[in-house]
């Protein structure tokens, strides 16, 4: 490929001479946008089946009183998925300050974490399942579905940042894929904010009343 | 521009000629105009199961379809006709224009562009499988529960129903995100908001509002299908799951859907008519702030549909106000075209004969959407063949006949041919008398008490002549729209040649050759007013060839509001993988329908493996 001349002439207005204006980048956004765009998305879907859950509570609320869900593995859970939020991030800023290596380290970190918190949510199914089965009633099919859903999303997330960990490098690029790690990044972000309002809503609320 | 830029450009953006080269490209035309093909493929399936129904329903006591066929051939009417046809149509018809009209060389994504054609064909093929076996859904088009959960409607109808959808809410996020992005990021340079052309606005307003409302189509289908095949409750009283909250997830989506189906359509009206009255459209601003408000308020009329279920008077007044809410910007952008028109010089081809019939059926379609808003008049008329008056009158009216009048209209700068003027006049007046005559006695037979979604009814009613008219003009309608798909065949070959500009129009997508070079316009064009063609500025005038950008696949990108250029986007090649991930992804539903969990685990993973590579750098960089 040659180089390209970046030089695009700048003519807005009808009174407005006919100035150039210097173009000096590729285009690294329209990814980034079409990503913000699939969260949004994903965001409604989360926002559905939430107020699905409200929606049926009323009928259920009774079930809840009587066994609320445990808290003793899913806190735990919130703390791995905040912090690996928190480890993204600062692996996102060394990335900008060229520390590429350390921007590697933190994807292992942020992976290793999902990965606990899989491994925690197996165990708090398996103690859950002992009360409530999602054939149980309308509230077990959707305490599961929407956990369910969760686990999908972080099992997606940990693909993006592992996709992102494989890239054989992380400078500012001329060619796609241009932001990865900040994609990937923005995206697990996403899937940990689902499940603060999953912990708040499905099982801290029932510990209240 | 000298003819070796031009054939540098063709080299760069042209999909070869072969097989491979077809499943393989990225072209947005030739994508804008596979989906339209497509959808109209489907409008005529439709249409025949609508006649078929209309001949049963012709005479009382009717025995030519039993029950059963009945209820299947309804229900696939309805889900082609607002799934298959009138979305994925107006896709079509800015997959292939908007890149022209914002002077750009293809959408956003281009092969994200590719993988929702895939997606959309497969998830209609995967619909259509469901007939094969003679196991179509055969629970009306919004599939109320319990009717379709599992104890009423067993067998596997309404699980085809369920996966075919769930592919279409993936085709269709996905076309509107590439939608999205493309209208606020790659206008030409002085193609700023106020500039940019209505159909824009309208397109842009209809795909944030599938953005965020798809999802709760797909949850609801998620329920259910979890409901039908898992032994779930959320529709299920008996273990404390509501049935209304199918009701409600999906009019939160489908009536936003309305608007999605229709303020595109509007759109191409917003286009149409100035340019056959000669004159810029009146009270532009008007006009775009009404379609943005429509799809705002849109989100706030879903339980409209949902008067008769018992609902506090405080939310059906709430409800009912904002549904006639929406009829003010309905009627902002009616007043805006009635006086383009009545200003202008109007000249009478068959695309303003559509536009004109558009108008007048959409205020019948209108009012009589604003007679079911008032809540006693609807619980007089819920499930009765008002409704049934009501939703085709819109969905024909704003749909149909402005997807025919931008057929007349773009069809030459499409194929480089004219429509035959004639037979499109012919067509019009067919349709138009047609879908009055099949249509309007559909009022009188609802007050007569005629109930819809009925197989067959009784003799001595007084319905039986108000229906054999119904299906007299229903044939009437069929036999014009077939005359205009005879005109497309016909004059695809032997139409006169169109030239640029064969209407003197006086957007951008009119600047490039009929049919356009695979690369658009050889210059990225600037623009200083809304109707650039229709100025004295020279949109392509680049005496030093600086926004040619021959050195790749390349176009501008350019900010949100202003439109000033920022940077060079590069374009992929075409690419096998978006039709690859389209299989993949519609083999995961396959398998689900099958409850085949193991299959459907391994191709998920084929599916992300695929995407991986498709993001996967493929070009080598020397480190700075």
């Not at chain 2, 959409?362 to 009501?390: C, K, M, R, S």
Request: aromatic share 16%.
């Amino acid at each position: 490929m040659s180089t390209i001349d970046l030089r695009v002439p700048h003519d807005m207005g009808p009174q407005s001479p006919i100035t150039t204006v210097i173009v000096p980048e590729v285009d690294d956004h329209r990814g980034t946008y079409g990503i913000m765009l699939f969260i949004l998305t994903e965001a409604f879907l989360f926002l559905m089946l939430f107020t699905a859950y409200f929606y049926l509570a009323e009928g259920t609320w009774r079930w809840l009183a009587e066994n609320p869900p445990k808290l003793h593995y899913v806190l735990p859970m919130l703390a791995i998925l905040l912090g690996s939020s928190g480890v993204v991030h600062w692996g996102e800023k060394q990335v900008k300050k060229r520390n590429f290596g350390a921007g590697r380290i933190a994807l292992v970190v942020a992976i290793f974490m999902g990965l606990i918190f899989l491994a925690l949510s197996a165990f708090d199914y398996k103690e859950h399942l002992r009360d409530v089965t999602p054939q149980t009633n309308s509230y077990g099919s959707i305490f599961y579905t929407i956990t369910t859903f969760h686990v999908a999303h972080v099992c997606l997330g940990l693909f993006m940042l592992f996709f992102t960990l494989l890239l054989p490098r992380y400078e500012p690029r001329q060619w796609p894929p241009y932001r990865p790690y900040h994609n990937a990044t923005m995206y697990w972000h996403f899937v940990d904010f689902v499940w603060v309002f999953i912990v708040a809503f499905l099982y801290v609320a029932p510990n209240m009343r | 521009m000298s003819a070796a830029v031009q054939e540098r450009l063709t080299q760069l953006w042209e999909t070869p000629h072969t097989l491979w080269g077809e499943l393989t490209t990225v072209d947005h035309k030739k994508l804008g105009k596979r989906y339209i093909a497509t959808a109209f493929f489907f409008l005529i399936i439709g249409g025949l199961e609508a006649l078929v129904m209309r001949v049963q329903l012709a005479t009382p006591n009717s025995g030519m379809l039993d029950p059963e066929t009945y209820y299947q051939i309804f229900t696939m009417h309805g889900v082609t006709m607002i799934f298959w046809y009138a979305q994925p149509i107006l896709s079509g018809f800015a997959i292939f224009l908007i890149p022209l009209m914002i002077g750009t060389r293809d959408l956003a994504f281009p092969r994200l562009n590719a993988f929702t054609y895939w997606t959309f064909l497969f998830s209609g093929l995967l619909l259509y499988g469901s007939s094969i076996i003679y196991e179509a859904p055969r629970g009306g088009w919004f599939a109320y529960v319990p009717l379709t959960d599992k104890p009423y409607s067993p067998g596997l109808g309404m699980d085809f129903f369920v996966f075919s959808l769930l592919l279409l809410t993936i085709s269709s996020t996905g076309g509107a995100v590439n939608f999205v992005v493309t209208i606020f990021r790659q206008r030409c340079p002085g193609m700023t908001v106020s500039r940019m052309p209505l159909f824009l606005y309208s397109t842009l307003t209809a795909s944030i509002v599938a953005i965020l409302s798809m999802p709760a189509l797909s949850a609801a289908l998620v329920l259910l299908e979890l409901d039908r095949q898992w032994g779930f409750h959320f529709y299920d009283p008996a273990h404390g799951g509501i049935v209304l909250l199918w009701q409600q997830l999906f009019w939160f989506f489908g009536h936003p859907w309305v608007y999605v189906v229709f303020l595109p359509a509007t759109g191409m009206m917003s286009m149409i008519f100035p340019v056959f009255s000669r004159r810029p459209i009146v009270g532009y601003p008007y006009v775009a702030v009404a379609t943005v408000m429509t799809g705002v308020v849109g989100f706030g009329v879903w339980i409209h549909h949902m008067f008769a279920t018992g609902m506090s008077t405080m939310s059906m007044s709430f409800f009912s106000a904002a549904s006639m809410t929406i009829s003010v910007f309905s009627a902002v952008q009616v007043f805006a075209w009635i006086a383009t028109v009545w200003l202008g010089r109007p000249v009478m081809t068959a695309a303003f004969h559509f536009a004109i019939g558009f108008l007048a059926v959409f205020i019948i379609g209108g009012l009589n959407g604003i007679i079911t808003a008032v809540i006693p008049f609807d619980w007089q008329l819920t499930d009765t063949y008002f409704v049934v008056a009501h939703l085709h009158y819109v969905l024909v009216g704003t749909n149909m006949l402005p997807v025919f009048a931008g057929l007349y209209y773009w069809y030459p700068k499409i194929t480089g041919r004219m429509l035959s003027e004639v037979l499109g006049k012919i067509s019009f007046w067919l349709i138009f008398i047609g879908l009055n005559v099949a249509f309007f006695p559909m009022h009188i037979v609802a007050l007569l008490g005629m109930p819809r979604r009925q197989y067959t009814y009784p003799a001595g009613l007084g319905w039986e002549s108000w229906n054999m008219v119904e299906t007299v003009g229903a044939f009437i309608l069929g036999f014009g729209i077939l005359l205009t798909f005879i005109n497309v065949f016909k004059s695809a070959r032997r139409g006169a040649v169109a030239g640029k500009n064969p209407w003197g129009a006086d957007s951008l997508e009119w600047s490039t050759a009929s049919p356009p070079p695979p690369y658009g316009s050889v210059h990225i064009p600037t623009v200083r007013s809304r109707n650039p063609l229709w100025d004295g500025h020279e949109e392509e005038k680049d005496p030093a060839g600086e926004r040619i950008l021959d050195q790749g696949r390349l176009t501008l990108s350019s900010s949100a509001l202003d439109a000033v250029p920022e940077s060079i986007a590069r374009m992929p090649e075409d690419s096998i993988l978006p039709l690859l991930e389209a299989i993949a992804i519609s083999g995961v539903f396959a398998a689900l329908l099958f409850t085949r969990l193991w299959i459907a685990a391994i191709l998920a993973f084929v599916t992300l493996c695929l995407n991986g590579i498709w993001v996967w750098p493929k070009h080598r960089e020397e480190r700075p």
